[in-house]
């Protein structure tokens, strides 16, 4: 008869194992930072598209509407650009994580891969933070800011928005580590999720199959409150990026059994 082991060994394995995966976890999250949070043109990346974008849509405003700057123009626009970071961040860490040879080392570690891609895309999510007060700053410059402009759901709505992103854009990151890199893997990425983010127009005003698809994305569901919906709305958008992370663990853990079964390259 064979006898499971219950006793203190064990539980201190399993204990060590959860503290070595946290802090691989912040270590990921630290290099993410340390590499590319002062990074001139991250930066400017992450602010120059989103105020441009603004700037078309204000412009061209029919008669109307409001040219002060409000709470979902601010965040929806914030919104792009770190819809923008993410993505080129992401694929910068991937490859980067491939050139330095560092995946194998932690497909042995215990928690394999998912405290490192966790933690990069929690860093990349930090990061493109800097969008939020960022535009904020440049269209208020520009347009001003309303009278009414929802401080807290800017705020609340805008920090969601960023990892509601980052979990989504998480898919991506799996794909790079388990298909060799293409430049085109990318084309129309960030038009496609944009637009089924709402995070310019409601989502109301979505053709009608796009508005249906927009339902399974958590930022349409950010956008909703921020616009002046319940709370269940951001209720749902919580439930969907913790979704989406999940299925970024699974992605990852198939990934590793992709590489222990098949000798699946995974720095080539």
């Not at 590319?36 to 700037?55: D, E, K, N, Q, Y």
């Not at 994580?97 to 042995?108: H, I, M, P, S, V």
């Not at 199959?209 to 409150?225: D, G, R």
Request: one cysteine or more; glycine letters at 10%; a positive charge.
């Amino acid at each position: 008869m064979t006898t499971v082991p219950t006793g203190p060994a064990p539980l201190a394995r399993t204990r060590t194992a959860r503290t070595g995966s946290g802090a691989t976890f912040a270590r990921a999250v630290v290099d993410q930072l340390r590499m590319h949070a002062t990074s001139p043109m991250a930066v400017f990346s992450t602010l120059a598209m989103p105020c441009v974008f603004a700037f078309v849509v204000h412009a061209n405003a029919t008669k109307g509407f409001s040219h002060d700057t409000t709470s979902d123009m601010a965040v929806g626009s914030a919104g792009i650009g770190m819809l923008d970071s993410i993505i080129v961040l992401v694929l910068f860490s991937m490859l980067g994580e491939k050139q330095w040879r560092t995946l194998y080392a932690a497909l042995a570690s215990p928690g394999g891969l998912v405290p490192v891609v966790l933690g990069r895309l929690t860093g990349t999510a930090l990061q493109s933070l800097t969008a939020l007060p960022g535009t904020l700053v440049v269209l208020g410059l520009l347009f001003g800011v309303d009278g009414g402009f929802d401080w807290v759901r800017w705020l609340v709505g805008g920090v969601l928005l960023a990892f509601a992103t980052a979990s989504m854009i998480g898919l991506l990151g799996c794909a790079v580590l388990r298909f060799p890199f293409s430049a085109g893997m990318t084309n129309g990425l960030t038009g496609l999720i944009m637009a089924l983010s709402a995070l310019i127009v409601p989502q109301s005003a979505l053709p009608g199959p796009v508005q249906v698809l927009a339902l399974i994305v958590p930022q349409s569901h950010v956008m909703a409150w921020i616009r002046g919906a319940g709370p269940e709305r951001l209720l749902v958008a919580v439930a969907l990026t913790g979704f989406f992370c999940a299925l970024v663990v699974l992605a990852l853990r198939r990934v590793e059994n992709a590489v222990r079964r098949s000798a699946l390259p995974l720095e080539a």
